[in-house]
């Protein structure tokens, strides 16, 4: 047997095991578990004798039988078996070792075919036994699909108990590590000796190596340490010693094609190779074998796992990739993406690598030029057609913003490309790049000489200051050289060049004098409420004073220490004054200049950072709206290291952050796998972070003073919006308990200080405690006296704004409970109105004021009073009537001008409102109104006692409009407390009843009908108060003013004051809302004043108002409903966005029908102002969402786009047609419209209007049949136009879309036929065109022959 034994021609036996012939087979599958014992324990009892017994043909059949038929073998016996393999193996091993280094070659040879029969029954076991045993509860997944075939195949001679005891015993997974280091063991024989032929020795290291390669296919057995070690060390040792090179990098190569979990084993593989083993060889030609690869596109698996195996091998061994990186960045052009990040990944890896090695072999040039180019090649690849390599290039350069070398030059090129990139179209990218520049900023390097903050003036003064100096500097080293400065205009230099004065306004705060509030001492609360924000002169000073101290120490320290040098120059240079004077001055200037020279470079590199980030923030403002989570929370990020680093931008981006309050909130994954923050969460974590979170060393009375002062700022210069979205904030945080009450005691401290104190910082005060109590109606509902006292005081009257704001506080007694739709409760709290509250409002109202801000605070005085008061009419009432006395009392003497009125002030109003001068056309008319009749006729208005004031006139229409608008509210509370009444006694009634028989209950059943017909009837009851009581009654009191409203409105000619006209036209819009009746009767003059007032305010006052009219009275807007549509011509941005908000809200909620008016919409696409164009977007976008919306007005809008007094140009009309065809996506829409425009073609001869209609064709997609179809149907309605030549192009278009989007298996003969038939149409179409031309010209000449001729006659 071992003569005829040759492991070559086995292992290719072995390839069909179930056929392999055995000599003297034994039918295991037929013997029982006793037999095979017997049998098996021959063998272990030969091979224990001698090792050299497996050479025997009996011993060796029997352990090939037992492998053959491996299934049928119990678990005991495996174990058993692998046992007598490796022990006879590892005593073969030992005595070879032995040979090798004591015997002669002829010895050594003898133990070649023992080696070879052991190796062949290892490889065997491995194979098999992997395959088909069971594994016990530690192995692996992956093999159990093994355990249902053993169990189908074990059926036959074994038992299920067997089946179990088989389990329980046998472990292959237990096995794999002995196996691994006896292989191992045998690789460290010097096998020259045994074997010495080459082919011979390659197919045994094969054949050992077998088991390992195997192994390693296994993704389970590749999780296990020990395992993956051991592969390693096989693998190793056969390279290194053995030659198994070649093998080695073939099975390596099919390993990462084949199997996705090998790529990192494989670099890590070749990485021990590398370090422990000292052999690069392998490495480099798998490289190179690699970088000759190509991958297409289509193919994603492959060139995924060689992404992973070379970025993981340049990472643990970047020396070994740098040396082949010429040869694999030709993968840079590669068609799989996968590679050319791998790529980007590897060049990451190598410049870390250069710039952190300490190789003194290296040259530093050549280095710094390798690093360039790499830098270069990263740089490049942001313009990548994929947008995974563009997202990890950037990813890549923020890992090397860590390096501790900051490379200037290419991080400002790193810059300039993450600031471009944050136009992409990809929302990884440009999360990517904004991650970058927040990197950039973190690592920046300009902190080495003034602390790293940014703001952009501090560098602009460094950089003048230095400019200046080195200007002075050259202009004495000039003047040394020249010979023309003697030894006092060398003293006078080093005196300026010494004290170089570097002005930086900090904006560091002082946080002990900035929080010195106190506020556990109400007492000495006044003192310290002054020093809560007076901050802003104090700031100033001490950066002025002290400012440089910290962060200018090393600048002071350089320029001590150049003081001390050229001290010592100056004694150097007296005593060599004799012979070289102006040499050694010119070399201590020239060192001076080159100082400057380098502190001006590096100024200017930092301004040009600056600048690049702040243009950054301004596109970064507009992420923070993006639709993906992951990119807003970048931008947050963005926005908050840009606030820790003082940009100029930063605050503009923290208020707009603030709104992304409203965003809701739940859990997502990112690109990477990670979970994302909620964007609320994160917003409230910011704002925590930078203005209320405890900071450390600060004493906690300083912790409530920085806090509320940080509160109170929030609000300053705040826009509506904003204050909104900062009320939404601040609720949440009450409701969350995130603030302390010492804080809101503060807040009240500085609102009620009764020292000056800046209107700003009391107002600030009050609306923080207005939105807290939102949340909490406890904050105001215990000091509703301080309210009174101070906001409805004597400071209220003041500051009107103070009493405004002090009036939305009060608001909130009554509570923030939503109503529940359909529910009839109300939790709101009514005060009776005896109330000093109301007593208050009432002064504050009726308070003489000509102030404009008196509006506002009018408006929520009113507010409050009908949010309170449990009878707010009988205060409304009041209001009207001394406020009506006032305004129409008579006067002994004219009404004093503007200006004069303002001169004979004592202390003038800042706010005072400028009117215009009112002369004798412009007197208004007055009389008390003691019927609905109180008309003004001009007659009176000649008697100088007769005239009026025409701000009292204004305060007292205001009141009287927002009065009607408040009572139709309160109306509807009225009615759904009737309701709720009744509910709560037909249910006491029922519930008194109790449960009869069934005549009870269908008794029950007649009485809901009747309780039904009873809230019908509250329902009708209250309309008819709305409708007819309030603006017709006779004894209403705003019936009276309705006749003056229609009379100051249509009258602007003689009624001229700008204010009055405003609250006037307000005043009617909310009238017109009251009563369809006086709706119906004078909605048109609205309309009227729409169109002819020169004031954008009232233009924009009467667009919303309409919105309002329409919601409450559709069908009366409905009819005018071209009149909305005017305000989109308008000249004012804001009447023209406000009229697109009021239109997209009617439209999209149904309250208004669209009918050819979609086209004035459309063209605010083409609007110059982005926020118009922006807000015309969103519209289209939510209306596609309506039921065919887009697809019935469609044919109206090219129509009103194309021709008419409402054209676009033809440009304009092609973008707003492309952007709105986009909706239509149903191939059904897309068929009809097809034939609707093919038919458009014969009913118009305007050549403009057949360009529209083909290109509008040529935006539909043709992806059916059906629409290819209705297009060639219609050739008879188009074919004499195919002689202009936009027309004809656009079918050419078509044609092409057509054919692309054919199925493969249709001929082409239609599409062909279709073709002809266009090209011989436009043929036809240009000679009819020429023979008109030529026809007309004969006309003419004829024409002008008979001209001629009668002339002669």
């Not at 086995?10 to 014992?37: F, V």
């Not at 040039?365 to 690093?371: E, F, N």
């Not at 023309?484 to 560091?508: C, I, L, M, Q, Y």
């Not at 609707?1236 to 539909?1260: E, G, N, P, V």
Request: aromatic letters at 6%; hydrophobic letters at 40%.
């Amino acid at each position: 047997m071992a003569s005829e034994f040759d492991l070559q021609e086995e292992l290719q036996a072995l390839q069909d095991s179930g056929n392999y012939s055995i000599g003297h087979e034994h039918d295991i599958r037929s013997m029982q578990p006793g037999e095979m014992d017997a049998l098996l324990q021959q063998a272990v009892r030969a091979i224990a004798e001698s090792f050299e017994a497996v050479t025997s043909p009996d011993m060796f059949d029997i352990l090939c039988s037992f492998l053959k038929c491996v299934d049928a073998v119990p678990g005991i016996l495996m174990n058993k078996l692998l046992d007598v393999i490796m022990s006879g193996f590892a005593a073969e091993v030992d005595a070879a070792a032995h040979d090798i280094d004591h015997e002669d070659q002829q010895t050594c040879a003898a133990h070649k075919v023992p080696m070879e029969m052991y190796a062949f029954l290892l490889n065997w076991s491995a194979r098999s036994v992997e395959k088909v045993n069971v594994p016990d509860e530690d192995a692996p997944a992956a093999t159990a699909p093994a355990k249902s075939r053993k169990g189908r195949g074990g059926k036959a001679t074994q038992s299920r108990v067997a089946s179990k005891n088989k389990a329980a015993e046998w472990s292959w997974k237990d096995q794999i590590v002995p196996i691994l280091t006896l292989i191992a063991k045998v690789l460290k024989l010097k096998t020259s000796k045994i074997w010495t032929v080459s082919g011979e020795k390659d197919t045994f290291i094969g054949c050992l190596t077998a088991p390992a390669y195997h192994v390693t296919e296994n993704e389970q057995y590749m999780k296990s340490q020990p395992i993956k070690l051991g592969v390693y060390k096989v693998i190793c040792l056969a390279v290194k010693h053995h030659g198994h090179g070649p093998a080695a990098q073939t099975a390596i190569m099919q390993s990462l094609q084949y199997y996705e979990h090998l790529s990192e084993p494989m670099a890590e593989c070749l990485n021990v190779l590398l370090k422990e083993f000292d052999h690069a060889q392998l490495g480099e030609e798998i490289l190179r074998e690699i970088a000759a690869k190509s991958f297409n596109a289509q193919d994603t698996k492959g060139p995924r796992n060689f992404s992973r195996f070379l970025t993981q091998f340049a990472e643990w061994a970047p020396r070994a990739v740098l040396k082949q990186i010429s040869l694999l960045l030709s993968h840079l052009d590669s068609e799989s993406y996968p590679m050319r990040m791998a790529i980007v990944e590897i060049i990451g890896c190598l410049i870390r690598e250069l710039a952190c090695s300490e190789d003194l072999t290296s040259d530093a040039h050549q280095t710094q030029k390798q690093l360039n180019g790499l830098y270069d090649l990263l740089l490049e690849r942001t313009l990548d057609l994929s947008s995974y390599v563009r997202s990890k290039v950037f990813t890549v350069l923020s890992r090397l913003c860590d390096l501790p070398v900051k490379f200037p030059k290419q991080r400002l090129a790193i810059t300039r490309a993450a600031v471009s990139a944050l136009e992409d179209k990809v929302a990884g990218v440009r999360r990517n790049a904004i991650s970058l520049i927040v990197k950039l900023m973190v690592t920046h390097p300009y902190g080495l000489m003034h602390g790293g903050l940014l703001g952009m003036e501090e560098w602009e003064v460094r950089y003048r200051e230095v400019v200046k100096e080195l200007q002075k500097t050259e202009k004495v080293l000039d003047d040394t050289l020249s010979g023309n400065t003697g030894e006092a205009d060398g003293d006078e230099a080093a005196e300026s060049s010494t004290a170089r004065p570097v002005k930086k306004r900090s904006r560091r705060r002082n946080k002990n004098a900035e929080d010195s509030m106190d506020v556990d001492e109400e007492g000495d609360d006044s003192d310290e409420v002054d020093s809560i924000m007076d901050e802003d002169e104090p700031e100033s000073s001490r950066a002025e004073e002290g400012g440089d101290d910290g962060s200018d120490r090393q600048v002071d320290g350089e320029s001590t220490q150049q003081t001390s040098k050229k001290s010592g120059s100056k004694s150097e240079l007296a005593m060599a004054a004799l012979t070289d004077e102006q040499a050694a001055l010119a070399a201590l200037e020239s060192n001076q200049l080159l100082h400057l020279r380098l502190r001006k470079r590096y100024y200017a590199e930092a301004l040009n950072f600056i600048r690049q980030v702040e243009e950054a923030a301004q596109m970064v403002f507009q992420l923070l709206g993006s639709t993906h989570k992951a990119e807003v929370l970048e931008a947050m990020e963005f926005f908050r290291v840009a606030h820790e680093y003082q940009l100029d931008s930063a605050e503009i981006g923290i208020k707009k952050m603030l709104h992304l309050i409203w965003s809701k909130d739940n859990s997502s994954m990112s690109e990477d796998g990670k979970e994302l923050k909620g964007v609320r969460s994160r917003l409230l974590e910011c704002y925590r972070s930078l203005y209320f979170d405890p900071l450390p060393d600060m004493e906690p009375k300083q912790q409530v003073n920085r806090i509320a002062k940080n509160m109170i700022e929030l609000t300053y210069d705040a826009t509506l919006a904003e204050l909104t979205s900062l009320e939404e904030m601040m609720r949440y945080m009450m409701d969350d308990d995130q603030i302390h009450s010492d804080v809101v005691t503060k807040l009240w401290q500085v609102y009620s200080s009764e020292r000056p104190l800046p209107k700003q910082q009391r107002r600030g005060a009050m609306i923080i405690i207005g939105m807290l109590a939102l949340a909490r109606r406890s904050v105001v509902q215990d000091r509703v006296d301080v309210l009174l006292k101070i906001g409805l005081g004597p400071v209220g009257k003041a500051d009107l704004i103070l009493a405004k704001y002090t009036c939305v506080a009060l608001q909130r007694l009554n509570g923030s409970a939503k109503k529940v739709k359909g529910s009839l409760l109300d939790k709101s709290v009514r005060l009776d109105m005896d109330s000093p509250v109301f007593r208050k409002l009432q002064e504050a109202i009726e308070h003489p004021c000509r102030s404009r801000e008196w509006f506002a605070l009018a408006e929520q005085a009113i507010n409050t009073v009908y949010a309170l008061g449990d009878q707010p009419e009988v205060l409304s009432n009041t209001l009207i009537k001394n406020l009506s006395r006032r305004a129409f009392r008579r006067r002994e003497k004219p009404i004093p001008s503007a200006a004069e009125e303002q001169a004979l002030s004592a202390v003038p109003d800042e706010d005072a409102m400028d009117e215009d001068p009112p002369p004798s056309a412009q007197a208004l008319i007055s009389t008390m109104p003691g019927s609905t009749q109180g008309a003004l006729t001009g007659d009176t208005a000649k008697k100088s006692d007769d005239t009026g004031d025409a701000f009292e006139l204004s305060q007292l229409l205001f009141v009287v409009g927002h009065v009607a608008v408040k009572h139709i509210v309160y109306l509807e509370l009225v009615e759904r407390e009737w309701k709720r009444q009744k509910q709560e006694k037909e249910l006491a009634e029922k519930l008194a009843r109790g449960t009869g028989n069934d005549a009870a209950s269908k008794d029950g059943e007649e009485l809901d009908q009747v309780a039904g017909n009873a809230e019908d009837e509250i329902g009708d009851r209250i309309a008819a108060v709305r409708e007819t009581e309030l603006l017709y009654g006779p004894d209403s009191l705003l019936a009276l003013y309705g006749p003056l409203l229609v009379r100051i409105c249509g009258r602007p000619d003689q009624f001229k004051n700008t204010t009055l006209r405003a609250v006037a036209t307000l005043s009617f819009s909310k009238f017109l809302c009251v009563s369809s009746q006086f709706c119906d009767a004078n909605h048109h003059l609205l309309f009227r004043i729409l169109e002819t007032s020169r004031d954008p305010n009232i233009r924009s006052n009467i667009a919303i108002a309409l919105g309002d009219v329409a919601v409450s009275f559709s069908t009366i807007v409905d009819e005018n409903s071209d009149e909305l549509y005017r305000g989109l011509s308008d000249k004012d941005l804001v009447v023209k966005k406000n009229t697109l908000m009021v239109l997209t809200h009617l439209i999209l909620n149904g309250m208004i029908k669209v009918k050819g008016q979609l086209g004035e919409m459309a063209k605010c696409l083409e609007d110059e102002e982005p926020r118009i164009a922006d807000l015309a977007k969103l519209f289209f976008t939510d209306l596609s969402t309506k039921d065919n919306a887009i697809y019935n007005n469609l044919p109206d809008v090219i129509s009103h786009l194309s021709v008419g007094e409402h054209a676009m140009d033809e440009e304009g009309f092609q973008r707003t047609m492309r952007y709105i065809f986009t909706f239509i996506e149903k191939e059904k829409q897309a068929e009809n419209i097809v034939e609707k425009l093919c038919q458009r073609f014969r009913l118009t001869d305007d050549t403009r209007q057949w360009r529209d209609i083909a290109f509008c064709l040529s935006l539909l997609p043709f992806k059916s049949e059906r629409s290819v179809k209705k297009l060639i149907e219609g050739l008879p309605f188009y074919r004499d136009k195919l002689h202009e030549e936009g027309v004809y192009a656009r079918f050419q278009e078509i044609l092409v879309k057509a054919r692309s989007n054919k199925a493969a298996n249709k001929p082409d003969s239609e599409l062909n036929e279709f073709e002809s038939a266009l090209d011989e149409s436009r043929r036809q179409g240009e000679e009819d065109q020429a023979f008109e031309k030529r026809v007309e010209g004969k006309k003419a000449a004829a024409k002008k022959r008979a001209t001629r001729r009668s002339s002669y006659y």
